[in-house]
Protein backbone atom coordinates (compact mmCIF):
# COMPACT_ATOMS: atom_id res chain seq x y z
CA UNK A 1 0.00 0.00 0.00
CA UNK A 2 1.30 3.66 -0.33
CA UNK A 3 2.84 5.37 2.25
CA UNK A 4 -0.13 7.75 3.44
CA UNK A 5 -2.34 7.90 6.92
CA UNK A 6 -4.39 5.51 8.04
CA UNK A 7 -7.07 6.98 9.54
CA UNK A 8 -9.90 6.07 11.62
CA UNK A 9 -13.37 6.84 12.83
CA UNK A 10 -12.37 9.47 15.50
CA UNK A 11 -10.78 11.14 12.81
CA UNK A 12 -7.12 11.69 14.20
CA UNK A 13 -5.37 13.47 11.19
CA UNK A 14 -5.02 16.36 10.12
CA UNK A 15 -7.53 17.86 7.42
CA UNK A 16 -6.22 17.00 3.98
CA UNK A 17 -6.80 19.44 1.06
CA UNK A 18 -5.52 19.81 -2.15
CA UNK A 19 -6.76 22.41 -4.47
CA UNK A 20 -6.22 20.93 -7.95
CA UNK A 21 -6.99 17.15 -6.87
CA UNK A 22 -9.85 16.76 -5.22
CA UNK A 23 -9.96 13.26 -2.92
CA UNK A 24 -12.23 10.54 -3.57
CA UNK A 25 -13.39 9.00 -1.09
CA UNK A 26 -14.69 5.15 -1.50
CA UNK A 27 -17.45 3.27 0.39
CA UNK A 28 -17.04 -0.65 1.15
CA UNK A 29 -20.10 -2.52 1.73
CA UNK A 30 -22.49 -2.66 -1.53
CA UNK A 31 -20.05 -0.29 -3.45
CA UNK A 32 -16.60 -1.38 -3.49
CA UNK A 33 -17.51 -4.81 -2.88
CA UNK A 34 -20.75 -6.37 -3.72
CA UNK A 35 -21.39 -7.55 -0.23
CA UNK A 36 -22.07 -6.29 3.30
CA UNK A 37 -19.01 -7.09 5.62
CA UNK A 38 -21.24 -7.18 8.98
CA UNK A 39 -24.09 -9.65 7.83
CA UNK A 40 -21.36 -11.50 6.23
CA UNK A 41 -19.69 -12.02 9.33
CA UNK A 42 -22.50 -12.15 11.59
CA UNK A 43 -23.59 -15.58 10.05
CA UNK A 44 -20.28 -16.98 9.67
CA UNK A 45 -19.67 -16.70 13.39
CA UNK A 46 -22.89 -18.41 13.90
CA UNK A 47 -22.41 -20.76 11.15
CA UNK A 48 -19.28 -21.94 13.94
CA UNK A 49 -21.23 -20.69 17.05
CA UNK A 50 -25.20 -20.62 16.66
CA UNK A 51 -25.64 -20.42 20.48
CA UNK A 52 -24.12 -17.11 20.43
CA UNK A 53 -27.29 -16.14 18.22
CA UNK A 54 -28.76 -14.39 21.84
CA UNK A 55 -24.74 -13.24 22.79
CA UNK A 56 -25.08 -10.87 19.78
CA UNK A 57 -28.78 -9.63 20.50
CA UNK A 58 -27.54 -8.76 24.11
CA UNK A 59 -24.25 -6.66 22.74
CA UNK A 60 -26.22 -4.86 20.31
CA UNK A 61 -28.44 -3.85 22.70
CA UNK A 62 -25.89 -2.98 25.45
CA UNK A 63 -22.59 -1.42 23.03
CA UNK A 64 -24.97 -0.42 20.25
CA UNK A 65 -23.89 -1.29 16.58
CA UNK A 66 -20.01 -0.34 17.32
CA UNK A 67 -19.69 -2.56 19.91
CA UNK A 68 -21.28 -5.23 17.99
CA UNK A 69 -19.13 -4.80 15.03
CA UNK A 70 -16.25 -5.26 17.28
CA UNK A 71 -17.30 -8.35 19.49
CA UNK A 72 -18.13 -10.12 16.01
CA UNK A 73 -14.44 -8.61 14.54
CA UNK A 74 -12.59 -10.19 17.82
CA UNK A 75 -13.90 -13.59 16.93
CA UNK A 76 -14.69 -14.06 12.85
CA UNK A 77 -12.72 -13.41 9.54
CA UNK A 78 -13.43 -13.12 5.91
CA UNK A 79 -11.19 -14.08 2.87
CA UNK A 80 -10.46 -10.66 1.48
CA UNK A 81 -8.93 -11.80 -1.73
CA UNK A 82 -12.34 -13.79 -2.66
CA UNK A 83 -14.82 -10.96 -1.78
CA UNK A 84 -16.55 -9.82 -4.87
CA UNK A 85 -15.33 -6.48 -5.57
CA UNK A 86 -16.95 -4.25 -8.44
CA UNK A 87 -14.84 -4.13 -11.51
CA UNK A 88 -16.05 -0.90 -12.22
CA UNK A 89 -15.45 0.86 -9.25
CA UNK A 90 -11.59 -0.34 -8.62
CA UNK A 91 -11.22 0.99 -12.21
CA UNK A 92 -12.58 4.18 -11.21
CA UNK A 93 -9.86 4.47 -8.27
CA UNK A 94 -7.21 3.59 -10.42
CA UNK A 95 -8.05 6.32 -13.14
CA UNK A 96 -7.73 8.78 -9.98
CA UNK A 97 -4.55 7.39 -9.07
CA UNK A 98 -3.27 8.16 -12.11
CA UNK A 99 -4.38 11.34 -12.32
CA UNK A 100 -2.49 11.99 -8.78
CA UNK A 101 -5.96 12.17 -6.25
CA UNK A 102 -5.85 10.80 -3.33
CA UNK A 103 -7.85 8.02 -2.93
CA UNK A 104 -9.77 6.93 1.03
CA UNK A 105 -11.57 4.28 1.81
CA UNK A 106 -14.30 5.21 4.29
CA UNK A 107 -16.53 2.39 5.95
CA UNK A 108 -18.94 1.78 8.70
CA UNK A 109 -17.17 -1.52 8.75
CA UNK A 110 -15.04 -2.48 11.30
CA UNK A 111 -11.11 -1.14 11.04
CA UNK A 112 -10.21 -4.76 11.39
CA UNK A 113 -11.46 -5.91 7.72
CA UNK A 114 -11.28 -2.03 6.17
CA UNK A 115 -7.61 -2.37 7.17
CA UNK A 116 -7.39 -5.52 5.42
CA UNK A 117 -9.28 -4.80 2.35
CA UNK A 118 -6.92 -1.17 1.76
CA UNK A 119 -3.69 -3.46 1.78
CA UNK A 120 -4.93 -6.07 -0.10
CA UNK A 121 -5.95 -3.80 -3.16
CA UNK A 122 -3.26 -1.28 -2.44
CA UNK A 123 -4.71 1.82 -3.65
CA UNK A 124 -5.71 3.81 -1.19
CA UNK A 125 -3.97 6.82 0.63
CA UNK A 126 -5.74 5.89 4.23
CA UNK A 127 -8.66 4.73 5.31
CA UNK A 128 -11.66 5.50 7.92
CA UNK A 129 -13.97 2.89 9.48
CA UNK A 130 -16.04 1.98 12.34
CA UNK A 131 -14.15 1.09 15.93
CA UNK A 132 -15.20 -0.32 18.96
CA UNK A 133 -16.73 3.66 20.53
CA UNK A 134 -17.72 4.98 16.90
CA UNK A 135 -19.75 3.46 14.43
CA UNK A 136 -18.73 5.62 11.18
CA UNK A 137 -22.03 5.69 9.50
CA UNK A 138 -24.64 8.13 7.78
CA UNK A 139 -24.15 11.63 9.58
CA UNK A 140 -20.97 10.58 11.29
CA UNK A 141 -19.37 9.47 8.06
CA UNK A 142 -20.57 13.31 6.65
CA UNK A 143 -19.17 14.79 9.82
CA UNK A 144 -15.75 13.38 9.88
CA UNK A 145 -14.91 13.76 5.72
CA UNK A 146 -15.95 17.52 6.27
CA UNK A 147 -13.85 17.83 9.20
CA UNK A 148 -11.10 17.06 6.43
CA UNK A 149 -11.71 17.67 3.48
CA UNK A 150 -14.28 20.76 4.24
CA UNK A 151 -17.79 20.96 2.86
CA UNK A 152 -17.49 20.33 -1.38
CA UNK A 153 -14.04 19.50 -1.07
CA UNK A 154 -14.31 15.79 -2.14
CA UNK A 155 -16.37 13.16 -4.11
CA UNK A 156 -18.10 10.05 -2.58
CA UNK A 157 -18.82 6.87 -4.16
CA UNK A 158 -21.54 5.78 -2.32
CA UNK A 159 -25.04 2.85 -3.11
CA UNK A 160 -27.54 3.17 -0.51
CA UNK A 161 -30.10 5.95 0.79
CA UNK A 162 -27.78 6.56 3.70
CA UNK A 163 -24.83 7.92 1.68
CA UNK A 164 -27.12 10.90 1.19
CA UNK A 165 -25.98 12.35 3.68
CA UNK A 166 -22.40 12.16 2.73
CA UNK A 167 -23.42 13.41 -0.83
CA UNK A 168 -25.24 16.19 -0.05
CA UNK A 169 -21.27 17.94 1.48
CA UNK A 170 -19.92 16.04 -1.44
CA UNK A 171 -18.63 17.99 -4.60
CA UNK A 172 -19.63 15.48 -6.40
CA UNK A 173 -22.15 12.36 -5.93
CA UNK A 174 -21.24 8.43 -7.52
CA UNK A 175 -24.28 5.98 -7.26
CA UNK A 176 -23.24 2.39 -7.31
CA UNK A 177 -26.19 -0.05 -8.17
CA UNK A 178 -28.26 2.20 -5.92
CA UNK A 179 -32.10 2.19 -5.91
CA UNK A 180 -33.72 4.38 -8.07
CA UNK A 181 -35.94 5.85 -5.20
CA UNK A 182 -32.10 7.13 -4.10
CA UNK A 183 -31.46 7.96 -7.94
CA UNK A 184 -34.24 10.26 -7.67
CA UNK A 185 -33.21 12.04 -4.71
CA UNK A 186 -30.00 12.71 -5.93
CA UNK A 187 -32.06 14.16 -9.01
CA UNK A 188 -34.28 16.27 -6.87
CA UNK A 189 -30.76 17.53 -4.88
CA UNK A 190 -29.46 19.14 -7.92
CA UNK A 191 -26.11 18.04 -6.70
CA UNK A 192 -23.55 16.06 -9.61
CA UNK A 193 -24.08 12.69 -9.64
CA UNK A 194 -22.73 9.32 -11.91
CA UNK A 195 -23.87 5.86 -11.63
CA UNK A 196 -22.76 2.96 -12.19
CA UNK A 197 -25.46 0.10 -12.55
CA UNK A 198 -23.95 -3.88 -13.15
CA UNK A 199 -26.60 -6.31 -11.20
CA UNK A 200 -27.75 -9.06 -13.14
CA UNK A 201 -31.87 -8.99 -13.84
CA UNK A 202 -33.21 -9.38 -10.18
CA UNK A 203 -35.59 -11.68 -10.95
CA UNK A 204 -33.51 -14.35 -12.63
CA UNK A 205 -31.12 -13.98 -9.71
CA UNK A 206 -33.97 -14.35 -6.96
CA UNK A 207 -34.77 -17.76 -9.54
CA UNK A 208 -31.32 -18.59 -8.94
CA UNK A 209 -31.00 -17.40 -4.97
CA UNK A 210 -34.03 -19.50 -4.32
CA UNK A 211 -32.51 -22.34 -6.22
CA UNK A 212 -35.92 -23.58 -8.01
CA UNK A 213 -34.79 -26.26 -9.80
CA UNK A 214 -34.09 -27.64 -6.76
CA UNK A 215 -38.10 -28.04 -5.73
CA UNK A 216 -37.85 -30.83 -8.20
CA UNK A 217 -36.76 -32.87 -4.96
CA UNK A 218 -40.16 -31.41 -3.45
CA UNK A 219 -41.86 -33.85 -5.98
CA UNK A 220 -41.11 -36.34 -3.35
CA UNK A 221 -44.47 -35.11 -1.21
CA UNK A 222 -46.36 -36.68 -4.50
CA UNK A 223 -45.13 -40.67 -3.69
CA UNK A 224 -48.10 -40.78 -1.22
CA UNK A 225 -50.80 -39.82 -3.29
CA UNK A 226 -48.95 -41.83 -6.00
CA UNK A 227 -48.65 -44.94 -4.26
CA UNK A 228 -51.96 -44.91 -2.70
CA UNK A 229 -53.97 -43.53 -5.97
CA UNK A 230 -55.37 -40.91 -3.78
CA UNK A 231 -56.70 -38.99 -6.80
CA UNK A 232 -59.54 -37.38 -5.68
CA UNK A 233 -59.47 -33.17 -5.48
CA UNK A 234 -58.86 -32.69 -1.68
CA UNK A 235 -55.88 -35.10 -2.06
CA UNK A 236 -54.53 -33.42 -5.17
CA UNK A 237 -55.07 -29.81 -3.70
CA UNK A 238 -53.32 -30.64 -0.55
CA UNK A 239 -50.79 -32.21 -2.30
CA UNK A 240 -50.05 -29.12 -4.34
CA UNK A 241 -50.46 -27.01 -1.09
CA UNK A 242 -47.67 -29.28 0.62
CA UNK A 243 -45.36 -28.99 -2.39
CA UNK A 244 -45.57 -25.20 -2.45
CA UNK A 245 -45.02 -24.67 1.24
CA UNK A 246 -42.43 -27.18 1.42
CA UNK A 247 -40.91 -25.01 -1.91
CA UNK A 248 -40.86 -22.15 0.29
CA UNK A 249 -39.57 -23.69 3.40
CA UNK A 250 -36.28 -24.98 1.68
CA UNK A 251 -35.99 -21.92 -0.58
CA UNK A 252 -35.70 -20.24 2.44
CA UNK A 253 -33.28 -22.59 4.36
CA UNK A 254 -30.60 -22.47 0.83
CA UNK A 255 -30.20 -18.40 1.42
CA UNK A 256 -29.13 -19.36 5.25
CA UNK A 257 -26.86 -21.89 3.85
CA UNK A 258 -25.84 -19.95 1.24
CA UNK A 259 -25.13 -17.48 3.73
CA UNK A 260 -23.51 -19.44 6.47
CA UNK A 261 -20.90 -20.60 3.51
CA UNK A 262 -20.23 -17.48 1.55
CA UNK A 263 -16.58 -17.54 2.43
CA UNK A 264 -16.34 -21.35 1.36
CA UNK A 265 -18.10 -20.96 -1.60
CA UNK A 266 -15.81 -18.11 -2.99
CA UNK A 267 -13.34 -20.80 -3.12
CA UNK A 268 -14.96 -23.50 -4.91
CA UNK A 269 -14.98 -23.98 -8.76
CA UNK A 270 -18.73 -23.77 -9.13
CA UNK A 271 -20.27 -22.94 -5.85
CA UNK A 272 -18.17 -19.79 -6.47
CA UNK A 273 -21.20 -18.15 -8.96
CA UNK A 274 -23.87 -18.72 -6.44
CA UNK A 275 -26.07 -15.23 -5.71
CA UNK A 276 -24.74 -14.79 -2.49
CA UNK A 277 -21.16 -15.57 -2.88
CA UNK A 278 -20.54 -13.87 -6.34
CA UNK A 279 -22.54 -10.76 -4.39
CA UNK A 280 -25.16 -10.23 -7.51
CA UNK A 281 -27.61 -9.81 -4.87
CA UNK A 282 -27.87 -7.85 -2.25
CA UNK A 283 -27.11 -10.59 1.14
CA UNK A 284 -29.09 -8.56 3.63
CA UNK A 285 -32.04 -8.29 1.02
CA UNK A 286 -31.97 -12.17 0.84
CA UNK A 287 -31.86 -12.79 4.70
CA UNK A 288 -34.30 -10.52 4.69
CA UNK A 289 -37.17 -12.68 2.72
CA UNK A 290 -36.42 -15.91 4.98
CA UNK A 291 -39.18 -14.93 7.57
CA UNK A 292 -41.19 -13.42 5.33
CA UNK A 293 -40.98 -17.10 3.19
CA UNK A 294 -41.35 -19.23 6.17
CA UNK A 295 -44.17 -17.30 8.11
CA UNK A 296 -46.11 -18.08 4.52
CA UNK A 297 -44.99 -21.70 4.64
CA UNK A 298 -45.95 -22.04 7.89
CA UNK A 299 -48.97 -20.79 7.87
CA UNK A 300 -50.15 -22.12 4.77
CA UNK A 301 -48.84 -25.74 6.50
CA UNK A 302 -51.16 -25.16 9.23
CA UNK A 303 -54.50 -24.66 6.45
CA UNK A 304 -53.44 -27.89 5.20
CA UNK A 305 -53.95 -30.15 8.21
CA UNK A 306 -52.23 -30.05 12.46
CA UNK A 307 -49.98 -33.00 11.25
CA UNK A 308 -48.63 -32.02 8.17
CA UNK A 309 -48.23 -28.54 9.90
CA UNK A 310 -45.69 -30.15 12.86
CA UNK A 311 -43.93 -32.56 9.86
CA UNK A 312 -42.79 -29.30 8.65
CA UNK A 313 -42.02 -27.45 11.70
CA UNK A 314 -39.79 -31.32 12.01
CA UNK A 315 -38.37 -30.74 8.90
CA UNK A 316 -37.75 -26.86 9.82
CA UNK A 317 -35.91 -27.69 12.97
CA UNK A 318 -33.50 -30.63 11.38
CA UNK A 319 -32.14 -29.17 8.14
CA UNK A 320 -31.53 -25.61 10.53
CA UNK A 321 -29.56 -27.89 12.80
CA UNK A 322 -27.98 -29.66 9.33
CA UNK A 323 -26.89 -25.56 7.90
CA UNK A 324 -25.81 -24.47 11.42
CA UNK A 325 -24.08 -27.94 12.65
CA UNK A 326 -24.83 -31.13 11.63
CA UNK A 327 -23.16 -30.92 8.17
CA UNK A 328 -19.71 -30.64 9.60
CA UNK A 329 -19.94 -34.05 11.19
CA UNK A 330 -18.18 -36.63 9.15
CA UNK A 331 -21.79 -39.06 7.47
CA UNK A 332 -23.51 -37.38 10.62
CA UNK A 333 -24.77 -34.66 7.37
CA UNK A 334 -25.02 -37.78 5.07
CA UNK A 335 -27.50 -39.51 7.09
CA UNK A 336 -29.30 -36.24 8.14
CA UNK A 337 -29.88 -35.58 4.04
CA UNK A 338 -31.25 -38.66 3.99
CA UNK A 339 -33.62 -37.87 6.43
CA UNK A 340 -34.35 -35.01 4.84
CA UNK A 341 -35.40 -36.39 2.01
CA UNK A 342 -37.64 -39.07 3.38
CA UNK A 343 -39.65 -36.54 5.49
CA UNK A 344 -40.55 -34.92 2.75
CA UNK A 345 -42.41 -38.38 1.80
CA UNK A 346 -43.85 -38.74 5.30
CA UNK A 347 -44.53 -34.91 4.92
CA UNK A 348 -46.65 -35.74 1.58
CA UNK A 349 -48.39 -39.08 3.40
CA UNK A 350 -49.41 -36.27 6.41
CA UNK A 351 -50.89 -33.76 3.77
CA UNK A 352 -53.50 -36.51 2.40
CA UNK A 353 -54.16 -38.37 5.66
CA UNK A 354 -53.12 -41.56 4.32
CA UNK A 355 -50.25 -44.06 5.84
CA UNK A 356 -46.69 -44.72 3.66
CA UNK A 357 -45.37 -48.21 3.54
CA UNK A 358 -42.40 -48.97 5.71
CA UNK A 359 -40.67 -50.48 2.94
CA UNK A 360 -40.99 -47.49 1.08
CA UNK A 361 -39.37 -44.92 3.73
CA UNK A 362 -36.63 -47.12 4.26
CA UNK A 363 -36.10 -47.16 0.36
CA UNK A 364 -36.20 -43.67 0.66
CA UNK A 365 -33.36 -43.74 3.31
CA UNK A 366 -30.97 -45.58 1.36
CA UNK A 367 -31.61 -44.25 -1.67
CA UNK A 368 -31.34 -41.00 -1.01
CA UNK A 369 -27.65 -41.65 1.55
CA UNK A 370 -26.38 -42.78 -1.80
CA UNK A 371 -27.35 -39.57 -3.50
CA UNK A 372 -25.84 -37.83 -0.90
CA UNK A 373 -22.42 -39.66 -0.64
CA UNK A 374 -22.15 -39.18 -4.57
CA UNK A 375 -22.56 -35.35 -3.63
CA UNK A 376 -19.90 -35.49 -1.25
CA UNK A 377 -17.56 -37.44 -3.90
CA UNK A 378 -18.10 -34.93 -6.37
CA UNK A 379 -17.51 -32.34 -4.04
CA UNK A 380 -14.43 -33.64 -3.09
CA UNK A 381 -12.90 -34.71 -6.38
CA UNK A 382 -13.27 -31.56 -7.67
CA UNK A 383 -10.99 -29.95 -5.01
CA UNK A 384 -8.59 -33.19 -6.09
CA UNK A 385 -8.49 -32.06 -9.02
CA UNK A 386 -7.95 -28.76 -8.79
CA UNK A 387 -5.50 -28.88 -5.95
CA UNK A 388 -7.33 -27.36 -3.67
CA UNK A 389 -7.10 -27.90 0.63
CA UNK A 390 -9.46 -29.86 1.97
CA UNK A 391 -13.33 -28.58 2.53
CA UNK A 392 -13.33 -26.44 5.96
CA UNK A 393 -16.90 -26.62 6.06
CA UNK A 394 -17.66 -30.32 5.67
CA UNK A 395 -15.95 -32.96 7.71
CA UNK A 396 -14.29 -35.09 4.92
CA UNK A 397 -10.69 -34.96 3.49
CA UNK A 398 -9.98 -35.89 -0.09
CA UNK A 399 -8.72 -39.23 1.14
CA UNK A 400 -11.37 -40.32 1.61
CA UNK A 401 -12.80 -40.52 -2.10
CA UNK A 402 -12.53 -44.19 -2.31
CA UNK A 403 -14.15 -45.56 0.91
CA UNK A 404 -16.99 -42.67 0.12
CA UNK A 405 -17.60 -44.22 -3.20
CA UNK A 406 -17.91 -47.63 -1.62
CA UNK A 407 -20.59 -46.10 0.78
CA UNK A 408 -22.60 -44.99 -2.33
CA UNK A 409 -22.66 -48.01 -3.99
CA UNK A 410 -23.50 -50.01 -0.83
CA UNK A 411 -25.93 -47.36 -0.07
CA UNK A 412 -27.75 -47.38 -3.22
CA UNK A 413 -28.09 -51.36 -3.86
CA UNK A 414 -29.42 -51.66 -0.91
CA UNK A 415 -31.94 -49.51 -1.90
CA UNK A 416 -33.06 -51.70 -4.86
CA UNK A 417 -32.91 -54.28 -2.75
CA UNK A 418 -35.51 -52.84 -0.27
CA UNK A 419 -37.77 -51.42 -3.15
CA UNK A 420 -38.08 -55.40 -4.54
CA UNK A 421 -39.56 -56.22 -1.16
CA UNK A 422 -41.68 -53.43 -0.88
CA UNK A 423 -42.54 -54.43 -4.14
CA UNK A 424 -43.85 -57.93 -2.93
CA UNK A 425 -44.95 -56.62 0.28
CA UNK A 426 -48.38 -57.89 0.93
CA UNK A 427 -50.12 -54.13 1.41
CA UNK A 428 -48.27 -52.72 -1.96
CA UNK A 429 -50.50 -55.83 -4.08
CA UNK A 430 -53.53 -54.54 -2.57
CA UNK A 431 -53.49 -51.36 -3.96
CA UNK A 432 -51.95 -52.29 -7.62
CA UNK A 433 -53.64 -54.29 -10.17
CA UNK A 434 -50.27 -55.57 -11.22
CA UNK A 435 -47.71 -55.01 -8.78
CA UNK A 436 -45.24 -57.32 -10.47
CA UNK A 437 -44.69 -54.73 -12.74
CA UNK A 438 -43.04 -52.72 -10.13
CA UNK A 439 -40.29 -55.05 -9.99
CA UNK A 440 -39.12 -53.75 -13.30
CA UNK A 441 -38.07 -50.39 -11.39
CA UNK A 442 -35.15 -52.58 -9.82
CA UNK A 443 -33.22 -52.99 -12.73
CA UNK A 444 -33.88 -49.13 -13.71
CA UNK A 445 -32.31 -48.66 -10.32
CA UNK A 446 -29.63 -50.79 -11.06
CA UNK A 447 -28.60 -48.73 -13.66
CA UNK A 448 -29.33 -45.51 -12.60
CA UNK A 449 -27.28 -45.69 -9.74
CA UNK A 450 -24.15 -47.48 -11.14
CA UNK A 451 -24.25 -45.22 -14.24
CA UNK A 452 -24.06 -41.89 -11.68
CA UNK A 453 -21.02 -43.29 -9.73
CA UNK A 454 -19.55 -44.30 -12.78
CA UNK A 455 -20.12 -40.74 -14.09
CA UNK A 456 -19.00 -39.16 -10.74
CA UNK A 457 -15.60 -41.38 -11.00
CA UNK A 458 -15.60 -40.44 -14.48
CA UNK A 459 -15.51 -36.44 -12.87
CA UNK A 460 -18.41 -36.07 -15.68
CA UNK A 461 -21.34 -35.58 -12.79
CA UNK A 462 -22.30 -31.94 -11.68
CA UNK A 463 -22.18 -30.86 -8.03
CA UNK A 464 -25.54 -32.42 -7.01
CA UNK A 465 -26.93 -35.15 -8.59
CA UNK A 466 -30.53 -34.30 -8.90
CA UNK A 467 -29.04 -31.45 -10.60
CA UNK A 468 -27.47 -33.94 -13.37
CA UNK A 469 -31.03 -35.95 -13.12
CA UNK A 470 -32.95 -33.05 -14.97
CA UNK A 471 -30.39 -32.16 -17.12
CA UNK A 472 -29.03 -35.61 -18.26
CA UNK A 473 -30.85 -37.32 -21.61
CA UNK A 474 -30.22 -40.89 -19.80
CA UNK A 475 -32.01 -39.63 -16.30
CA UNK A 476 -34.83 -38.27 -18.23
CA UNK A 477 -35.40 -41.20 -19.89
CA UNK A 478 -35.29 -43.89 -16.87
CA UNK A 479 -37.57 -41.79 -15.26
CA UNK A 480 -40.14 -41.77 -17.88
CA UNK A 481 -39.91 -45.59 -18.17
CA UNK A 482 -40.28 -45.60 -14.41
CA UNK A 483 -43.36 -43.90 -14.73
CA UNK A 484 -44.63 -45.91 -17.52
CA UNK A 485 -43.97 -49.00 -15.14
CA UNK A 486 -46.11 -47.02 -11.97
CA UNK A 487 -48.53 -46.61 -14.58
CA UNK A 488 -49.05 -50.09 -15.66
CA UNK A 489 -48.81 -51.37 -12.09
CA UNK A 490 -51.57 -49.32 -11.71
CA UNK A 491 -55.41 -50.29 -11.43
CA UNK A 492 -57.92 -49.95 -14.68
CA UNK A 493 -55.77 -49.28 -17.06
CA UNK A 494 -56.96 -50.53 -20.58
CA UNK A 495 -53.55 -51.46 -22.33
CA UNK A 496 -52.64 -53.71 -19.31
Not at 129 to 150: H, I
Not at 339 to 358: C, K
Request: charged share 20%; hydrophobic share 50%.
Amino acid sequence: MDSGTMVRADGAVEPYATPDKVPLIVDLDGTLMRSDILVETAFELLGRKPYLVFTLFFVLLSKGKAGLKSFIAARSDIDIPHLPYTEEVVSIIEQARAEGRPVYLASASHEKYVSAVADHLGTFTGWFATNEETNLSGSRKRKLLVDQFGRDGFDYIGNEAIDLKVWSDARRAIAVNAPSSVKAKLKRSGKEFDCVDNMPPRLKTWLKMLRVHQWAKNGLIFVPLLSSQSFDAQSILFALGAFATFSLTASSIYIVNDAVDIDADRQHPTKKKRPLAAGTLPILSAVTAVPVMLAIALVGAWFINPVFFAVMVGYLMLTTAYTFYLKRKLLVDVVALAGLYTIRVVAGAAAISTVVSEWLLAFSVFVFASLALIKRYTELANRFDANLPDPTNRNYRKTDLPIIATLAAASGFNAVTVFALYASDDSVRAVYEHPQFLLLICPLLLYWLGRALMLAHRRNMHDDPIVFALKDRNSRLTILAAGAVMLAAIADIPFV
